[in-house]
């Protein structure tokens, strides 16, 4: 057990917010306790006083920061607020942990990421926890190894966020352009396109359909089908959806020397190919390729498989990033994920909703920031109930 103590302020006791001040008080996050809570919500004042009574309340977060009483916050609020409420709290030398994703539009993100790296003396965080998953850093871990070789291509189904009509009528501001700044991309799949990237690198350009209100009266994006490209004749294609009650999640990725096939974030099928695929093809007759076709020759003188089953990990992740969060401020334990991060996901889903505006291939390097702002604040002003962005 850690003796130093992170005092953490949570902004916006939410669904989110919640359940980090029940890890707290439960005395699950080692090396942090909960310092204050803020709200703008006058209902919220009353919850938390049940639930965590002698925890100091603010109805403004700029007062939290100023109260003495956090050395660090969390940022559980709509997305477009992210960015503003984290430069305020390094601003004032409180150390922030940044809610997925990062933000909307990457201008205000790399406002954020820039002010930040001005203060390094105070961390900056951002809570990617499906990178604890055991799955997905020991894939991490074999990729980055150079074992498989040099990625060719990956797709990634990830269909598992099925949401009825109702999820959306719950709030105003839930799937518009002004008050969430999109749907499926910038709500449910971030963390997929953070873990994407993670492991097969940053794409460089982006085509993208996206089906608006599809299958939901909403405005915003409900289908994603979008074709990356990662450079050096690598390519990959993301889908995404929330109108699938039966829901698929299967990330493939293909290497010269071998495949990984990881089946609803569980299951990870490995192959390892007995030499450069590029070889095989190579030295093998066409006799040869028969007889592996028909079963007549041993598959495994050509590749092996290795398949491994992991448990569910649901519930642990956020108690793993507030530790480690926790870990780098009182230690300097390296962080799970730099803030500065954010802004490859921000970047790759609003390159997809660029692209199926426009109808055009997106550039991810030299990206079109102030371009797509145009587009979202046509988006926001045609809405009518919310402020346009800058």
């Known amino acids: 057990m850690s003796e130093k103590n992170v005092r953490l302020g949570i902004i916006g006791l939410g669904a989110q917010g919640g359940m980090y001040a029940g890890l707290l008080q ?10 204050a809570i803020a709200d703008i919500d006058p209902a919220k004042k009353e919850l938390a006083a049940e639930k965590h009574p002698g925890v100091p309340f603010y109805d403004d977060y ?9 050395d660090a916050v969390v940022t559980t609020v709509p997305h477009f607020l992210h960015a503003e409420m984290t430069i305020a709290a390094i601003g004032k030398g409180i150390h922030a942990l940044t809610e997925k994703p990062a933000g909307v539009y990457t201008k205000q993100v790399e406002e954020m990421n820039a002010f930040a790296a001005e203060h390094p003396e105070t961390t900056f965080a951002i809570m990617f926890n499906q990178r604890t998953n055991p799955v997905y850093k020991d894939l991490k871990a074999l990729i980055d190894s150079g074992e498989l070789g040099k990625l060719r291509h990956t797709s990634w189904i990830i269909t598992t966020w099925w949401r009825p009509q109702g999820y959306y009528d719950q709030s105003e501001w839930r799937a518009t352009w002004g008050g969430e700044g999109g749907g499926v991309l910038v709500n449910q799949a971030p963390h997929q396109l953070d ?3 993670w492991l097969a690198g940053t794409p460089k350009k982006v085509f993208a359909k996206l089906a608006f209100g599809f299958q939901r009266d909403i405005a915003t994006e409900d289908e994603v089908n979008a074709v990356v490209d990662f450079g050096d004749g690598a390519t990959g294609h993301f889908m995404t959806s929330t109108n699938d009650i039966i829901g698929t999640d ?6 010269d020397q071998g495949k990984v096939v ?6 990870v099928t490995v192959y390892r190919l007995s030499e450069n695929e590029r070889a095989l093809s190579d030295k093998m007759t066409m006799q040869d390729v028969a007889k592996l076709f028909r079963g007549e020759m041993d598959p495994s003188s050509v590749y092996t498989v290795e398949e ?10 956020h108690i793993a990033v507030l530790t480690n969060f926790a870990a780098h401020i009182n230690d300097g334990t390296p962080l799970i994920a730099d803030g500065a991060e954010g802004i490859n996901g921000v970047r790759l889903a609003s390159g997809m909703q660029l692209s199926a505006w426009t109808g055009r291939e997106i550039d991810l390097v030299d990206y079109p920031a102030d371009e797509y702002l145009a587009e979202l604040n046509q988006r926001i002003e045609a809405e009518g109930k919310f402020p346009t962005r800058s």
């Open 262 to 267: 990881v089946d609803a974030s569980t299951k």
């Open 62 to 70: 700029v007062t939290l920061l100023d109260s003495g009483d956090v």
């Open 308 to 317: 491994k089953t992991y448990e569910s990990q649901w519930g642990q992740q």
């Open 250 to 255: 299967r990330l493939e990725m293909l290497f």
């Open 26 to 35: 439960d005395g699950k996050i080692d090396g942090m306790t909960l310092g």
């Open 195 to 197: 873990l994407w990237q």
